[in-house]
């Protein structure tokens, strides 16, 4: 087969449309996330999740481990059950808490792990007992309006 | 009175009922152009010479243009940023609005106003000068030897070069955002990696992108077949190409967000 100049330019473009790709996944986006690691399912239920969304990440000590994989409603306790995928790397003991927390002020929501003291370890399927839901601002509010209401008047001082 | 009014509903309707007609037509002219397209692969030599003149001649519009796209970005994230203290989400800023959404509709449009506009002038010449007719006189079909190869040419070149666009554009605001203005550079890109991902937003906006390219190239080359073998005819039919394949991405465009983005 005859090679022109054109080939060497199409093959060019080829290659850079190619590396620009393997760019944005690796160096843009990350691949090498958790999705081809191996992973175990934990479940949680939670009173109030506020605003977590699934793919929010699952943090201990900061480090995240895990993420969330699906939310669904309970409809026997009225609770919110969170499913989290957590890296096989990561072993944490059965008795460890989970709580819902937003980075800064105003960021997205994560769960922080807290890990207990238990010999014995979580295992794909099993579910978190000790948990805490998001901190909803309103209530907090509302909680310290009625706190002030209710606490008693300062004597006056005529 | 009365006939005035008539006479201006009928042509409302003669209006709709020609678009109408003109889109099935090109819509049999697409699927006409997907059967014959066995010889654009059989012979590649003819296809790689279309990838040249759609993909490698649009590389700098597409280069240059991603590069100030990306430092205006930059600039502009920065400004809006810096009064929230967050100027570390310039990377976020910039990657995600790149890769999702510029990237795909502004390489498209240019796309279509570089290389689809040439595809439509070059058929309708071709067919202007009866080129095509004589084709079809030595028994050689000018759908496989004509039309099919530019259709691959144009839908292979399209999400490289949109790739290739917000790669460009990503490095333009890096370089505003931090050689320039000097944010930091590990959190530019760790808050990046962290946001983006893999499937939900580069997987989906080269999706967006294989869309318009073959919307864009059944646009152009229906223009340019279907055009009046006059000068004017070609004229006409290559502007039509630019506007209605730039209103064609940017419809596409909201529909596919909408399927693609707005759930969870």
Redesign the interface.
Known sequence: MQRATLDLWVGIFVVAGLGALLFLALKVGNMTGFDSASTYTVRAKFENIGGLKPRAPIKSAGVVVGRVSDISFDNGSYEAVVSMKLDSRFKFPKDTSAAIMTSGLLGEQYIALEAGGEEKMLADGDSLKLTQGAVVLENLIGQFLYHKADSPQEADPR | MMDFAQAGLRRIGRRIIDSIWRMGTATRFLALTLLHSGQSFSRFQLT??E??SA??LS?IIILVSGLFVGMVLGLQGYETLQTYGSEEALGILV?LSL?RELGPVVAALLFASRAGSAITAEIGLMKATEQIAAMEMMAVDPIARVVAPRFWGAVI?M???A??F???G?FGGYLVGVVLIGVDEGAF?SQ???A???????LNG?IKSVVFGVAVTVIALFEGYDAPPTAEGVSRATTRTVVTSSLAILGLDFILTAFMFSG?
């Open positions: 790689i010479r990838i040249f993909g490698v590389l990657s890769v070149s999400p490289l070069l790739a290739l917000s790669a460009m990503i890109w990046m990696q962290a983006v991902d893999f499937r939900e937003d580069i080269v969870v």
